[in-house]
């Protein structure tokens, strides 16, 4: 039995692998100390059984369970869990865990626990491990052979239809994902939510497109079961998702010539379309930004710097900030430093130079040509105009 333990702390980790592999030498033990690399060992490994711990940074032992139900059907999980955490223990039974283990977890507990499962799964492997593994391997063939197809790559000799099976009509689902961060997680993440919500809807499949993307191909049962398919999608990923992302849609199509010519225009307008964000981040990041910028008008203000201050994508950021502010990054810094200029011409006899600097402007040249262009006047004639301005009244 192959089996992974799932823990961010080592100490429980080691701890239980001991175990294990003194109770039971024969079986194989893997240790992940977080969700994206028990991720990797259940893509890589064929594991059956996972015992998990609850509470681990970037996802809970069960949003990583439920997640890995649809692509790990076969596997059989075990929480482990502190008494403040038992209201986590019966959600897992619920999700189909096998049972749950409270910390600190009892030797005897656990052995007894690995060999009723052992028994279960050596029953259950006698009929079923060779057609598994056949189902498996023939899944991952199709979606590499459907992901190269839909790049825009050559197949040689290769049909796809063999791969793709009997779609005489589909919908494809394009879900882009931005950050500069490792996505091995929120890939894993889309793939399952995707492939779920697909098989409760019709027929299909996903494959990665790339390391930002993935592709879903979907034979609806019913018609007119898309929109709320992609509503579904966008309800679940804004949950479990902690990146932007973006998802894109086909009409009904017929014929799987034309997918990678659908899938190049879907990518097209994701490069005009505003990202999806979890609402943890994107209030928070726009605001502040706008207290860094209202706090260092005289420094450097480029997009980039910006973005960076608050860790997310510049062209993310450029995005959102457009969405929360109703401006242009650029136009948004290029107005208030102008409005701050007025203030200062107004209310303080300090030299034009002087003002070109204390709003960001080293070059006074510079400056008086974007003050003119902005208001019709130079720096001086504005001045001189508020002066009459208020003489007059």
Same mark, same amino acid.
């Given at each position: 039995?192959?089996?992974?333990?799932?823990?961010?702390?080592?100490?429980?980790?080691?701890?239980?692998?001991?175990?294990? @592999?003194?109770?039971?030498?024969?079986?194989?033990?893997?240790?992940?100390?977080?969700?994206?690399?028990?991720?990797? #060992?259940?893509?890589?490994?064929?594991?059956?059984?996972?015992?998990?711990?609850?509470?681990?940074?970037?996802?809970?032992?069960?949003?990583?369970?439920?997640?890995?139900?649809?692509?790990?059907?076969?596997?059989?999980?075990?929480?482990?869990?502190?008494?403040?955490?038992?209201?986590?223990?019966?959600?897992?039974?619920?999700?189909?865990?096998?049972?749950?283990?409270?910390?600190?977890?009892?030797?005897?507990?656990?052995?007894?626990?690995? @060999?009723?499962?052992?028994?279960?799964?050596?029953?259950?492997?006698?009929?079923?491990?060779?057609? +598994?593994?056949?189902?498996?391997?023939?899944?991952?063939?199709?979606?590499?052979? %459907?992901?190269?197809?839909?790049?825009?790559? &050559? #197949?040689?000799?290769?049909?796809?239809?063999?791969?793709?099976?009997?779609?005489?009509?589909?919908?494809?689902?394009?879900?882009? #994902?931005?950050?500069?961060?490792?996505?091995?997680?929120?890939?894993?993440?889309?793939?399952?939510?995707?492939?779920?919500?697909?098989?409760?809807?019709?027929?299909?499949?996903?494959?990665?497109?790339?390391?930002?993307?993935?592709?879903?191909?979907?034979?609806?049962?019913?018609?007119?079961?898309?929109?709320?398919?992609?509503? +579904?999608?966008r309800t679940h990923l804004k949950?479990?998702?902690?990146?932007?992302?973006?998802?894109?849609?086909?009409?009904? #199509?017929?014929?799987?010539?034309?997918?990678?010519?659908?899938?190049?225009?879907?990518?097209?307008?994701?490069?005009?379309?505003?990202?999806?964000?979890?609402?943890?981040?994107?209030?928070?990041?726009?605001?502040?930004?706008?207290?860094?910028?209202?706090?260092?008008?005289?420094?450097?203000?480029?997009?980039?710097?910006?973005?960076?201050?608050?860790?997310?994508?510049?062209?993310y950021f450029s995005q959102l900030?457009?969405?929360?502010?109703?401006?242009?990054?650029?136009?948004?810094?290029?107005?208030?430093?102008?409005? @701050?200029?007025?203030?200062?011409?107004?209310?303080?006899?300090?030299?034009?130079?002087?003002?070109?600097?204390?709003?960001?402007?080293? &070059?006074? @040249?510079?400056?008086?040509?974007?003050?003119?262009?902005?208001?019709? %006047?130079?720096?001086?004639?504005?001045?001189?105009?508020?002066?009459?301005?208020?003489?007059?009244?």
């Open positions: 039995m192959n089996i992974l333990v799932v823990d961010d702390e080592s100490i429980i980790r080691d701890g239980i692998e001991r175990t294990i @592999r003194k109770a039971y030498p024969q079986h194989r033990v893997y240790l992940a100390s977080s969700p994206e690399e028990a991720v990797d #060992l259940l893509k890589a490994q064929r594991i059956d059984l996972v015992l998990t711990d609850v509470l681990m940074p970037g996802m809970t032992g069960l949003e990583l369970m439920e997640m890995s139900r649809a692509r790990h059907a076969h596997v059989r999980w075990v929480v482990i869990s502190a008494y403040s955490e038992f209201a986590y223990a019966k959600e897992a039974v619920r999700l189909g865990a096998k049972d749950y283990l409270l910390k600190p977890i009892g030797k005897e507990i656990l052995i007894e626990k690995l @060999r009723e499962l052992g028994e279960e799964l050596e029953r259950e492997n006698e009929r079923t491990n060779e057609a +598994q593994l056949l189902k498996t391997n023939l899944k991952y063939l199709r979606e590499a052979v %459907f992901a190269r197809w839909a790049s825009g790559l &050559d #197949l040689g000799n290769l049909d796809l239809t063999a791969f793709t099976g009997s779609h005489p009509h589909f919908h494809l689902i394009l879900v882009k #994902l931005e950050s500069d961060a490792d996505l091995r997680l929120e890939h894993f993440i889309v793939e399952n939510v995707l492939s779920e919500l697909i098989d409760s809807a019709g027929r299909g499949f996903v494959a990665n497109a790339d390391a930002r993307s993935l592709l879903g191909l979907v034979t609806l049962s019913e018609e007119g079961r898309l929109a709320k398919l992609i509503e +579904q999608l949950r479990y998702l902690k990146v932007p992302f973006q998802v894109l849609h086909s009409e009904r #199509l017929t014929d799987m010539a034309t997918v990678p010519g659908e899938v190049q225009a879907m990518r097209r307008t994701s490069e005009s379309q505003l990202y999806d964000h979890y609402a943890s981040g994107g209030e928070k990041a726009v605001e502040v930004a706008l207290q860094y910028i209202h706090a260092h008008l005289a420094s450097e203000l480029s997009l980039e710097k910006v973005a960076s201050i608050v860790f997310l994508n510049s062209v900030f457009k969405q929360k502010t109703g401006h242009g990054f650029k136009e948004y810094v290029t107005q208030l430093r102008l409005e @701050r200029a007025m203030e200062l011409l107004r209310e303080s006899e300090l030299k034009v130079g002087d003002i070109s600097e204390r709003v960001g402007y080293p &070059d006074v @040249r510079h400056f008086s040509q974007i003050f003119r262009k902005k208001t019709g %006047f130079t720096p001086s004639e504005y001045r001189q105009h508020e002066v009459e301005a208020a003489g007059r009244g």
